[in-house]
């Protein structure tokens, strides 16, 4: 069964700052991979997923992720952090070979500083 | 409306009251799930169903009943709950009959606290 770890609980950065969340996954194949926000009071939103082909995906509000194998990791990354990004982000990953269901991450916490 | 919308927003309810969830999606999918989301633990996936007939249960306590009259609606029906059932009850949709390349739709929620 695939798994997936987000090893930072919470991240703090400035407003403006570069970011970078990251997301280990567990799986013996390449996975289906996504990455969803949250935002207060809301349901998750989809920010990028990765299925094949090029491992820089881009997504929506500025983000983009990087699929490396070789480290079995797909981190989220921003240029240029906005006080609107501070939310929770959830990591996923599908299995291509066997559960449909995505497996989710715990979560990062993002809180972003003026 | 659009997207998926759930209500109510915010629940409480005595260890011996019955209530339901209601989900709803606009989106014209064919399957939709509930979740279970505690504070720092991953999202725990309780029930997916499929052209209205359920598919999964993730060893859901017989306190929560699904129900799922058609592919739109979805609800989830409480009753003799514990404290530790506490939570936001998530809603969630997809367009095909599910697959691990599916990206799901949320609704915002029901904060549920149970006393």
């Known amino acids: 069964a695939q798994s997936v770890t987000q090893p930072d609980i919470h991240i703090t950065v400035s407003e403006g700052a570069s970011l970078e969340l990251r997301c280990n996954y567990s799986y013996g194949a390449t996975p289906y991979l996504f990455w969803y926000v949250q935002s207060p009071g809301q349901g998750l939103q989809l920010l990028l997923k990765y299925f094949s082909g090029d491992t820089l995906v881009q997504g929506i509000k500025g983000f983009e992720a990087e699929f490396k194998r070789s480290q079995s990791s797909f981190n989220l990354r921003k240029p240029s952090v906005h006080w609107s990004d501070a939310a929770e982000y959830f990591c996923a990953v599908g299995a291509t070979g066997g559960s449909y269901i995505p497996t989710f991450g715990r979560g990062t916490s993002l809180i972003v500083h003026p | ?115």
């Open chain 2, 1 to 115: 409306e659009t997207g998926v919308t759930q209500t109510p927003r915010h629940l409480v309810m005595g260890m011996t009251n019955k209530k339901s969830l209601k989900c709803e999606q606009h989106l014209g999918h064919n399957a939709m799930y509930w979740y279970k989301q505690s504070a720092k633990k991953p999202l725990e996936l309780m029930f997916v169903y499929n052209f209205k007939e359920q598919t999964e249960n993730n060893s859901v306590p017989s306190r929560f009943s699904p129900e799922c009259p058609n592919s739109s609606h979805l609800f989830l029906h409480l009753h003799t709950l514990q404290p530790e059932d506490s939570a936001l009850y998530l809603c969630a949709s997809s367009p095909t009959s599910g697959g691990a390349a599916d990206t799901q739709y949320f609704g915002p929620g029901t904060r549920l606290t149970v006393l």
